[in-house]
């Protein structure tokens, strides 16, 4: 088998390169290593900034995006039953924050592809990856026939936190970044109409709580849980019961208990990995990088990646020239520390922390204050929410 780039990994930051790269006459095949049911099935990201959804319409799929996702111009940070709304619209000059599930972005990036024709090899077992110092790398996989070679110019390792990418890379050459939070998010998904019209992002004695939503009819909760938390401790009675705690009267009030679709723990870490390039090897996406879900960053930051690897891809193909490749690892790096950033200061802006003393619980309420009488900070809040530029 030959392609040019070889894709590892179907997520959104696997598809949108594919999809970005099919589009400009340069061939990909994609190996993932789960089924494509397993892909389409993950509930992952909710919100979408003004960028994503740019590159989403570059990449083709912006139609349904256009149609069912819910343009938001606000939203809401709540201490201790106080409220603020952010106007991002009035804030950052114009912009907003569209809410289009993950799992909606995948399956129009998949189907695009497919009726492009592109091949994705879905239960690619124990890929390989070789030769990347080389101008002839390749990639080895088990599909069902048997073990299979892949030749390519590139491989782009788009595989996740968990993936072989990462790992391929000497540890002389990577420098990795990381602190781990003491707890992790319990996620609800419901069908049932959002309590509020916007995000709420709440900061409570008793822990964090996020109200957000996928649709006019399906909710999307979260509440901090000690790491060690197991799902099966949490009936959906339990959950809202919490969740009602912490969130301001006005809006736990109009909050009813409705059955869940879905209940997830996911422990929060932020991650970066120097450099995101070896050779012909790529990293993008949250193999590279993970941020804590507080900022909304993670898919968004694969966006950005995919955004310059492409370009780079695209004017290697195009004009032979490597000036972009040469700067990716760069450039990426730059708006991966901006959004690591944000999303350490929204998490521990949010999240109450077993070690906290009286003088940090100060610290964050000051935080807060700020950000409700100072327009600079709150605009400083708003103009990272919504992204910052690439
Ligand atoms: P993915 O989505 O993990 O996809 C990687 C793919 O690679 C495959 N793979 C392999 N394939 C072949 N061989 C191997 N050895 C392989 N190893 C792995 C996997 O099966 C998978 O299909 O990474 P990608 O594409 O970089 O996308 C990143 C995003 O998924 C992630 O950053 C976001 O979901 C993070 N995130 C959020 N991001 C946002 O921008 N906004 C949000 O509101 C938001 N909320 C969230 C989130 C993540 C969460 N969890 C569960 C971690 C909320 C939560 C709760
Ligand atoms: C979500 O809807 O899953 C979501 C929204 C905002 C976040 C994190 C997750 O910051």
Redesign the pocket.
Known sequence: MRTQVAIIGSGPAGLLLGQLLGRAGIDTIILERATREHVLSRI????LERGTVRLLEEAGVGERLHREGLVHTGVELAFDGDRLRLDLEDLTGGASVT?YGQTEVTRDLMEARERAGWLTVFEAQDVEIHDVETPRPSVSFTAQDGRRTLACDFVAACDGFHGIGRRTVPERVLRCFERVYPFGWL?LLTDAPPATHE?V?ANHARGFA?L???SPTRS?Y?VQVPLETRVEEWSDERFFTELRRRLPDAIADGLPTTPSIEKSVAPLRSFVAEPMRFGSLFLAGDAAHIVP????KGLNLAAGDVHYLSNGLIEHYRERSDAGLDRYSERALARVWKAERFSWWMTSMLHRFPEMDAFAERMQRAEFDHVVSVRSAAANVADNYVGLPF
Not at 44 to 47: I, L, N, P, T
Not at 293 to 296: K, L, N, V
Request: hydrophobic content about 40%; overall charge positive.
């Open positions: 992952r990201a909710g919100v809410v996620g995000l992002y996020l957000s939503m996928r999307r979260y879900p507080t900022g909304a």
